[in-house]
């Protein structure tokens, strides 16, 4: 069971949108839509993001959007926030019945 | 409140045996799976294992079958991770994280415990 594959870091100006991308295989991300998405800042617990592929739980902002296509699952952060800076983590259940996460992207805003 | 509390942070030598605890509370306990999540220092989130308090169905990555045990006693909403003989190895933050049966996302997450191993 191999992690997910994301890139290391992202970056992107206040205002700017970036995508972070998450590659898996047919037997997690692309097998089933139960890809989510979380939010780690230094020191603190992973928050929840994103849900099933696409959907925000209630208050998460709607600069945050998900998308799948493929083995591939993106999330994109719209008008970068000082605030958005930190460790975001995809997540996918698997054909194994288990669940595996990515390797996390550090996103900085510059 | 619905939450999840985590024990206190531990430090251990080499050899001896841990089970750190989770605890919910504002939420039916028995319906939701209880998953724990391992974060090394300085390194990403990786998944031990779940179970399901309400008929004690516990599922592990391989990386971490027979090297964990995953309990739960649902009569006070507390779910366990223990080891039998600690390694420096696994020094790390472990989080407990509640996940809906549902769809499979974990939206609850505890605060972690940091245990550390060292002689």
């Known amino acids: 069971q191999s992690a997910l594959t994301q890139p290391a870091s992202v970056s992107g100006s206040p205002g700017q949108s970036i995508t972070i991308s998450c590659t898996g295989t047919?037997?997690?991300?692309?097998?089933?839509?139960?890809v989510s998405w979380y939010q780690q800042h230094p020191g603190k617990a992973p928050k929840l993001m994103i849900y099933?592929?696409?959907n925000r739980p209630s208050g998460v902002s709607n600069r945050f959007s998900g998308s799948k296509s493929g083995n591939t699952a993106s999330l994109t952060i719209s008008g970068l926030q000082a605030e958005d800076e930190a460790d975001y983590y995809c997540?996918?259940?698997?054909?194994?019945?288990?669940?595996?996460f990515g390797g996390g992207t550090k996103l900085t805003v510059l | 409140e619905v939450q999840l509390v985590q024990s206190g942070a531990e430090v251990k030598k080499p050899g001896e045996s841990l089970k750190i605890s989770c605890k919910g509370s504002?939420?039916?306990?028995?319906?939701?799976?209880i998953g724990w999540v391992r974060q090394m220092p300085g390194k990403g989130l990786e998944w031990m294992g779940i179970i399901y308090p309400g008929d004690s169905d516990t599922r592990y990555s391989p990386s971490f079958q027979g090297q964990v045990t995953i309990s739960a006693d649902k009569s006070i909403s507390t779910a366990y991770l223990q080891w039998s003989s600690l390694k420096a190895s696994d020094t790390a933050m472990y989080y407990c994280a509640r996940c809906t049966g549902a769809n499979w996302y974990f939206d609850l997450w505890g605060r972690g415990t940091l245990v550390t191993v060292s002689s």
């Open positions: 504002g939420y039916s306990f028995t319906s939701y799976w």
């Open positions: 099933e592929v696409s």
């Open positions: 997540s996918s259940y698997t054909s194994s019945s288990t669940w595996v």
């Open positions: 047919s037997s997690d991300v692309g097998g089933y839509n139960y």
